[in-house]
């Protein structure tokens, strides 16, 4: 018998229309509180924002089969999307209201392999530098002993929040 896993989530519109009228500091403390409903790729992934701060974001993942590649760990999206999540909303807790991000790369060193015994992880983001066009975040994926598991840095480019159409 296979296993199954499902989930559900909230319209992404409610999300982005709240990203738009907010400093990003109060966004994503409306996400981790609850006031604000978690992104899809959270309920998939099964992952949640842990803690945010002014240019410092941590989410966490206990690591399940369903993040498994076919050799028996969790795969590298996992890790990636992990680290991507934290390296870009570090950068987004730094923003104003009518300011938004979106990353232009990410580069990822993975260090050890994850599995169900590892435990839960985080990944902790934090803004390197700032400026008014781009910006430098940092992340790094560690178990509950703050082992290194997997880095990454991420250049992100910031740019006026779109005017809605309507």
Request: proline letters at 6%; a negative charge.
């Amino acid at each position: 018998m296979g296993r199954t896993r499902t989930y559900q989530w909230e319209d992404p519109a409610i999300l982005a229309e709240a990203a738009g009228r907010m400093a990003g500091i109060d966004f994503l403390r409306e996400v981790q509180t609850g006031q604000l409903p978690r992104p899809p790729i959270n309920h998939a992934i099964d992952f949640s924002l842990e803690e945010v701060e002014p240019g410092r974001a941590v989410f966490s993942l206990t690591p399940g089969e369903e993040h498994y590649n076919p050799i028996g760990s969790v795969h590298g999206g996992i890790f990636a999307t992990l680290l991507d999540s934290a390296a870009g909303c570090a950068v987004q807790s730094s923003l104003p209201q009518g300011m938004a991000y979106t990353s232009l790369d990410l580069t990822v060193k993975f260090l050890r392999r994850i599995t169900v015994d590892t435990g839960t992880v985080r990944a902790i983001g934090t803004v390197v530098s700032r400026g008014r066009r781009t910006a430098l975040a940092q992340a790094q994926l560690v178990d509950a002993k703050d082992r290194l598991l997997a880095h990454a840095t991420s250049s992100c480019m910031i740019f006026p929040v779109p005017a809605s159409e309507g």
